[in-house]
């Protein structure tokens, strides 16, 4: 009965490639994000949808492509990966985009680029 | 000055004890306001929202100083399981931007 699911949970790939990272929920919620964790643990918001239309869209290299293609699913694809994208990357959702909300977490995608 | 700062820590505090920490945030507009724990390696989880008049749930109290612009937590009597990272959270004037604090880690010692 997991709420917020994703799919690798790691992710070890060379620099160069692209990937793909799935999240799931299971909520019912309008909205979903994509934050990046880096090592020093901050959590940066990269982008967040809300019934499937792009709300936020921070200053994240143009590589990064988020896709929604119902509310339940938002994915991210990374192109052509670099050190610096070495990462968690926690996909969450809320019922609506109210700044109220609590936000539900996936259990992370620890992405490695050697 | 970081929109939103915490004390990284480790507080190191003995088992039953009380700990308190503080958070400040630099935007005088922000209306919404939460706490958070993050277990190690694993998602953050909300702990708590903070309400303009101060609220409590068990042996955690959360209050709000707009006029200084910082938050706090307070655990009472705490357990081992307590051990965690804290994060504050604050939204961003308007929008719908929530903005994370990079945390205060806690060590309950027994």
């Known amino acids: 009965d997991t709420a917020v699911s994703q799919t690798p949970k790691y992710l070890v790939t060379q620099m160069g490639n692209d990937k793909s990272i799935k999240c799931e929920q299971n909520?019912?919620?309008?909205?979903m994000y994509w934050y990046k964790q880096d090592s020093k643990k901050f959590l940066k918001i990269m982008f967040s949808?809300?019934?499937?239309?792009?709300?936020i869209n921070e200053t994240v290299p143009n590589r990064f492509s988020p896709k929604s293609p119902d509310k339940a699913h938002l994915n991210l694809h990374i192109n052509s990966l670099e050190l610096g994208d070495s990462a968690v990357y926690f996909c969450?959702?809320?019922?609506?985009?109210?700044?109220?909300?609590?936000?539900?977490f996936g259990p992370g995608t620890r992405l490695t680029v050697t | 000055r970081k929109e939103v700062e915490q004390d990284p820590g480790p507080f190191n505090v003995p088992e039953g004890a009380t700990v308190a920490f503080n958070c400040t945030y630099s935007?005088?507009?922000?209306?919404?306001f939460f706490w958070y724990r993050q277990d190690c390696r694993k998602e953050p989880k909300l702990l708590m929202s903070?309400?303009?008049?101060?609220n409590e749930d068990g042996r955690f109290t959360a209050q709000l100083n707009r006029a200084s612009q910082y938050i706090s937590l307070l655990i009472r009597d705490s357990k081992l399981s307590d051990s965690a990272t804290y994060l504050c959270?604050?939204?961003?004037?308007?929008?719908?931007?929530?903005?994370w604090g990079a945390g205060t880690k806690l060590i309950i010692k027994p």
């Open positions: 969450a959702s809320s019922q609506d985009l109210g700044q109220a909300y609590e936000q539900y």
């Open positions: 909520l019912g919620h309008d909205t």
């Open positions: 949808y809300n019934n499937k239309e792009l709300i």
């Open positions: 935007n005088s507009a922000s209306q919404s």
């Open positions: 903070v309400y303009s008049s101060g």
């Open positions: 959270v604050v939204n961003k004037r308007s929008n719908y931007q929530l903005i």
